[in-house]
């Protein structure tokens, strides 16, 4: 049953909310064990304490990065304040604007009120709170410094989310640009070739080549549009349930990985995940074993993972972490032998830290050049495009022109 209350709490100010119990004295209980003075308890009807429905506009709804890192630093705050966790959840879940976010965080005050431990509360809702961001819940509850860990928590999410921007912002013009290219094609070739290839045919002119190319695409796009949509759909479709397997994946990013200007810059960003996460992780308590299990689930990139994997097990043996690095494919030089230093001189964390920094600067001046990069390829493609269709036009045209004379 569910029972919402008033009480008074240590500073003496008054608070609500509403919490589970099998009876009133169940719940005056509870209150009282949480340090709070019961002043008023009132049993909640069955149709009020279903809380708020599933509507269409929740169906597939998620919970974006931008709204954990506000929780999180939402909590942080309240939490230094002194305010108990449960009182600072029920305040973040009525100032959520996310519906998943603020229903899950009405399971997790719950779930604490019955007795849970917070860190057990969080594992059992992966799809909004990841593994890593519980890991390190469990690190600040078992060594009484959650603060301090919730303050590394909101870095980790802010940097990932500062990358994923960049990128983004980086990709939106090509992508327009390609949009733009790919109806420019198909208007060409739907509405303006046929038009003039009626004109070349009557009057009897030989075609050249990309004429004949345009009409042979514009004819098998007008006669199998429904076969040639189809196969896209499918193909599509095939490739993301391919690529949601291992297998597909490690094949994905194994091919990234070797395409010139775009491989770079994902062996950069695993890098700077590996070194900041790492080094977060020993600074929060987390023994060396439980973070690269971690670690393990959150580089990114499923090519770089698996050669991690591959070494994992000589790491479980005591061999240190720089040693066995030096086998894996992807990881460079400089995180290698960074590691090895700060391994022999006792500061790794340290080290961990200063080749999260360097790999930061890296990436964003990757980022920089993916977008210098992309201007010369995505000009080259348009004059690729216009060319094609000026000469499938003007060459005979150029031939009527003569034909006239």
Known sequence: MKFSYS??????KEIQGVLDATS????????????????????????DAAGPSVSILQIGARVKVTDVLLFTKQLNTMLRAGISITNSLEVIKEQSENPLLKKTLVTISREISEGSTLTGAFRKHP???????????????????????LDRVAYILEHENRVREDVKAALAYPKIVVLALAIAFFVLLTGVIPKFVGVFNSAGLELPLPTKICIWMYEALKAYWYLLLGGVISLIFLLRMYFQTSFGALHRDK???????????FI???????????SILMASGVNILESLKIISDTIGNAAITYEFNKIKNHMEEGRGIARPLRLAKHFPPMVVNMIAIGEESGSLETMLQEIAKHYDEEVEYAVKGLSEAIGPILIVGLTVVVGFFALAIFLPMWDLTKMVK
Do not use: W
């Open 24 to 47: 009133p004295k169940a719940a005056q209980n509870i209150l009282l064990e949480q340090g709070y003075l019961p002043a008023k308890i009132s049993k909640i009807k069955e149709d």
């Open 127 to 149: 799809k909004v709170f990841p593994p890593l961001y519980c890991s390190l819940l469990h690190a600040g509850e078992s060594s009484g410094s959650l603060s301090e860990v």
């Open 255 to 265: 091919t990234l990985l070797k395409i010139p200007i775009i491989g770079p810059l």
């Open 268 to 278: 950069k960003t695993a890098m700077s995940r590996f070194a900041s996460i790492l």
């Open 7 to 12: 009480a008074i709490n240590d500073e003496g």
